[in-house]
């Protein structure tokens, strides 16, 4: 059996490495490719299975908002990288191999084009954009969730084809929606879940047990150059916190993908004051992870860009310019900050949609200099806290999930 792996962003790439590692231990032999349609892969790379075809970053990071950025990426090279892209594809279904695409509509589409069998794990769409479990969300336009479920009518096309062998919506809620459509969905859970449950209780840094009262992951995103944008946003946050707990000691945790300028960004840190330091005693780091730490007053700040789990799993609450990332720290019981960016991601219509994916759990201020007190008043409201605890992880789902998907797809049916 031969299965090739569509994904079109760093956080589908993770997901999607989170199903081909138990695919890759599976007793009967497969022969696993994949081809991340935005990027370079990095998550297929540290898992060991090849790239099929042409990457490449384009200047707009994946996301073409307007034209000028189209502009950008034509002059960059985009129709020479899709059409490459699309060789490769074809020359993958011309040899009898299946697809599994995981994403949004793009890889989706591309699955049917190919005419190979496919499956689809549904990670940018939930009905819980339009409703919860009580009914639908108040104040929602009529438009919105026109055809009666957050997947449009041909996007639910797609999923209804025979050659469309099972589609792993990211949640129960969406599973149900499908069902009811007539689509062949399945609620095994969402992937992004699974690393994080692996880890026991490594920390990032170690610090005197005085100064650790408070924990804050920063997440920036990770397409250049918006993530640079974002940190100068997020290095101002971090000036509201120290404002909003002036006798606290606090401790920023900047989790930051490999692809990333660390002189960019330590720039962005001295010009706001802070110092480069050394701390003390054990520091729990790795000799592998990359990482950096600074000093303000009582604050310190970590940027590692190899310690993303630890981080999460440290940090007792987020600031979050991210999707994927700021989800999974969610799907851990955490509440996090959200702040809206220029863009073109994580704009003020993505972090608003994003808080109606994620309910209590992400609460938006408008400005960096409102994270303080929106971090304040969430740590004085204990039931409030558990309500973010329990949520988080309902929306988010148990781990597991990439090692159920994989099972499905090892059936006897997907091999013949």
Request: glycine content about 10%.
């Amino acid at each position: 059996m031969r299965l090739l792996c569509l994904s079109n962003g760093h956080g589908e790439d993770a997901i999607a490495a989170q199903i081909l590692r138990p695919l890759q231990l599976h007793p009967q032999a497969l022969e696993l490719g994949a081809l991340p349609l935005v990027g370079e892969g990095r998550p297929y790379a540290q898992i060991g299975v090849s790239l099929v075809g042409k990457t490449k970053i384009m200047p707009s990071g994946g996301f073409i908002m307007d034209k000028r950025q189209l502009w950008r990426d034509v002059r960059g090279g985009l129709l020479t990288l899709l059409w490459q892209q699309w060789r490769a594809i074809r020359s993958w279904r011309s040899s009898g191999g299946i697809i599994l695409a995981v994403g949004d509509l793009v890889p989706l589409l591309l699955a049917w084009l190919s005419g190979a069998k496919y499956y689809f794990v549904g990670t940018a769409k939930s009905e819980y954009y339009l409703r919860d479990e009580a009914g639908r969300l108040p104040n929602r336009p009529w438009w919105d969730g026109w055809s009666g479920s957050v997947y449009l009518p041909w996007e639910r096309w797609l999923m209804t084809r025979s050659r469309c062998l099972g589609v792993f919506p990211r949640d129960s809620l969406t599973t149900q929606m499908l069902c009811q459509r007539g689509i062949k969905a399945f609620d095994l859970g969402n992937p992004m879940m699974d690393d994080l449950a692996e880890l026991g209780e490594e920390v990032i840094i170690d610090l005197p047990e005085e100064s650790r009262l408070l924990s804050i992951l920063l997440l920036p995103g990770s397409r250049p150059p918006e993530a640079y944008e974002n940190w100068q946003l997020l290095v101002k946050a971090v000036v509201s916190c120290g404002s909003q707990f002036p006798q606290q000691s606090l401790l920023f945790l900047a989790a930051i993908v490999p692809s990333l300028d660390l002189d960019i960004l330590s720039k962005t840190l001295f010009q706001h004051g802070w110092r480069a330091s050394v701390v003390q005693g054990e520091t729990g780091l790795t000799p592998t992870q990359q990482s950096l730490v600074f000093s303000s007053g009582l604050a310190t700040l970590v940027i590692t860009q190899s310690g993303f789990k630890e981080s999460v799993l440290q940090a007792d609450v987020a600031v979050a310019m991210a999707g994927t990332a700021t989800e999974q720290f969610v799907g851990l019981g955490k509440p996090a900050i959200a702040i809206p960016g220029q863009g073109p991601q994580y704009t003020y219509a993505f972090a608003e949609a994003q808080t109606r994916l994620l309910g209590s759990s992400l609460t938006l201020v408008k400005h960096p200099h409102q994270v303080g007190k929106a971090i304040y008043d969430l740590l004085q409201n204990a039931d409030r806290l558990q309500i973010i605890s329990e949520n988080g992880r309902r929306r988010l789902g148990n781990p597991g999930a990439g090692a159920r998907i994989a099972e499905f797809i090892m059936q006897p049916k997907s091999l013949s």
